[in-house]
């Protein structure tokens, strides 16, 4: 039971403090609906580099600031990311084999759950179902994804995130 102290704590949260950020910044209004799903995705990174530190209580807690920052119903992002996250750490030796474009399509995945889950608390608290542009955050991300990851890998390499 003698483990090694775990460095970098400050490093995923300030990650995640950045993801929160850029998530609730105001845009343009045409812009508003290519908004990456940025805190789902740093989430994810966290998740698939880190699957025995950063996991399921991390999300809970990220999608409840989440939802307090953002308006959402209580919970509604808190869900989705929890799933989300869970399924990262259930696939992550599976997609971290993968090369960064066909991981890019795994985390495209991974984001369609997470609006899945968030569109079915919409229907289920009586909100209107949103339009086909509802989906675009899933495609930025896919597109982002192989940028995302070689920021946050060459971050956790510089600050020994373990």
Same mark, same amino acid.
């Given at each position: 039971?003698?483990?090694?102290? &775990?460095?970098?704590?400050? /490093?995923?949260?300030?990650?995640?403090?950045? !993801?929160?950020?850029?998530?609730? @910044?105001?845009?343009?209004?045409?812009?508003?609906? #290519?908004?990456?799903?940025?805190?789902?995705?740093?989430?994810?990174?966290?998740?698939?580099?880190?699957?025995?530190?950063?996991?399921? #209580? +991390? !999300? +809970?807690?990220?999608?409840?600031?989440?939802?307090?920052?953002?308006?959402?119903?209580?919970?509604? *992002?808190?869900? =989705?990311?929890?799933?989300?996250?869970?399924?990262?750490?259930?696939? *992550?030796? &599976?997609?971290?084999? #993968?090369? @960064?474009?066909?991981? !890019? /399509? =795994?985390?495209?995945?991974?984001?369609?759950?997470?609006?899945? /889950? =968030?569109?079915?608390?919409?229907?289920?608290?009586?909100?209107?179902?949103?339009?086909?542009?509802?989906?675009?955050?899933?495609? /930025?991300?896919?597109?982002? +994804?192989? +940028? @995302?990851?070689?920021?946050?890998?060459?971050? &956790?390499?510089? #600050?020994?995130?373990?």
């Amino acid at each position: 039971m003698n483990e090694a102290p &775990r460095t970098g704590t400050s /490093v995923i949260l300030v990650s995640l403090g950045i !993801a929160l950020f850029l998530s609730v @910044l105001p845009m343009p209004r045409g812009a508003e609906d #290519f908004r990456p799903q940025w805190v789902a995705m740093t989430l994810i990174y966290w998740a698939l580099a880190l699957p025995q530190r950063v996991g399921i #209580f +991390w !999300a +809970w807690g990220t999608g409840l600031v989440l939802d307090v920052t953002s308006g959402t119903v209580l919970g509604q *992002h808190a869900l =989705s990311l929890s799933l989300t996250v869970y399924l990262a750490i259930e696939l *992550h030796a &599976r997609i971290r084999s #993968f090369p @960064l474009p066909q991981q !890019a /399509v =795994s985390v495209w995945i991974l984001l369609l759950v997470e609006r899945l /889950v =968030s569109l079915w608390v919409r229907g289920a608290t009586g909100q209107p179902t949103p339009t086909l542009w509802y989906w675009m955050p899933t495609l /930025v991300g896919m597109l982002l +994804w192989p +940028w @995302l990851s070689i920021l946050l890998r060459d971050l &956790r390499q510089r #600050f020994p995130v373990t």
